[in-house]
């Protein structure tokens, strides 16, 4: 079985979770809460700006040139194409301001970073992997369960589930299972234990901006 079959079987429960919480289901119904989309989406700045450094940080440490080549796109993508979409929201909402990051997203871009600098570059790959395949399959389970056509947020579900965005999906799961096929079971388990917390981050993540979560001092 590849690696990334094993993994999603142990962050399936995970992801039942996700698509359970009512961040996701009001997104879908287009019923969320203007302020807490904007919540996210301030959030979700700080974010992509760090993921973005995560993935230039594992490109460059690559030693598969292909595979540096690949991590050195994606953060180009994170930055380009899902900001063109934050972009857009922040025009059309007004959303200027800037926001403090909340201990979630500020927990997220270290848990990233840290990953990304010190750990072993597979399990740093492994890491950086539910960002884009939790987002993928979330994108894809609220478009074929829409039930309104008109949805304020639509521009947010087209990205996620989108071609675009699923080919990079695929290049990303298929170079985490190549790695892993090349990695001793340890050094597997590792990179399974990296992808569950990440998992866990992006429940969080939503969760946090449902509840406008900040700092209390
Ligand atoms: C928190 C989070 N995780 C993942 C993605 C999709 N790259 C995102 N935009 N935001």
Redesign the pocket.
């Known amino acids: 079985m590849k690696w990334t079959a094993k993994v999603w079987k142990e962050i399936e429960p995970i992801y039942r979770k996700i698509i359970e919480m009512p961040f996701i289901e009001e997104l879908q119904n287009g019923t969320l809460p203007l302020e807490k989309f904007q919540f996210y989406m301030a959030q ?1 700045a700080f ?2 700006e760090n ?1 973005a450094r995560s993935l230039a940080l594992i490109g460059a440490r690559s030693q598969d040139t292909s595979h540096a080549l690949a991590f050195i796109r994606f953060a180009e993508g ?1 930055i380009v194409v ?1 900001k063109a979409l934050h972009d857009s929201y922040f025009q059309e909402y007004g959303l200027t301001e800037r926001r403090s990051i909340s201990p979630t997203t500020h927990h ?1 871009i270290h848990f990233l970073k840290s990953t990304s600098a010190l750990d072993q570059v597979e399990v740093a790959m492994a890491a950086v992997l539910p ?2 395949w ?2 993928k399959e979330v994108g894809d389970y609220i478009y074929k369960n829409q039930i309104s056509a008109k949805n304020p947020y639509q521009k947010w579900i087209n990205t996620y589930a989108g071609e675009e965005f699923e080919e990079l999906v695929i290049n990303a799961k298929n170079i985490c299972d190549e790695i892993a096929d090349n990695c001793t079971e340890s050094q597997q388990e590792l990179m399974t234990q990296a992808f569950i917390s990440a998992s866990r981050l ?1 429940f969080m ?1 939503w969760d946090s901006a449902y509840r406008l979560n900040n700092w209390e001092l």
Do not use: K
Request: charged share 25%; aromatic share 46%; proline share 0%.
């Open positions: 979700d974010y992509l993921f994170a899902e997220y960002c884009f939790i987002y992006e993540f």
